[in-house]
């Protein structure tokens, strides 16, 4: 998909259709969080840290859990 910015008062503005957000989960009052590798822009939802937390405790709760359940399906 080829997008173009749009003006929008002194600043360029980057138009996301709707289809998009709705397949990021996001809506107009995420806050999304932009940055650059110097050739692209990366623009993705900021990560709540405390929800990161909580997710990383039960996936390591799970991986413990069934440690050995795992190592048979990798096998």
Known sequence: MVKYLTTHGNSAALVIDKPIMELLKIDM???LEVVTDGKNLIISPVVDPAREKRFKS???KV??????TFAKLAQ
């Open 29 to 31: 009052k995420t806050p």
């Open 58 to 60: 039960a996936l390591s």
């Open 63 to 68: 991986i413990a859990r069934h440690e050995k």
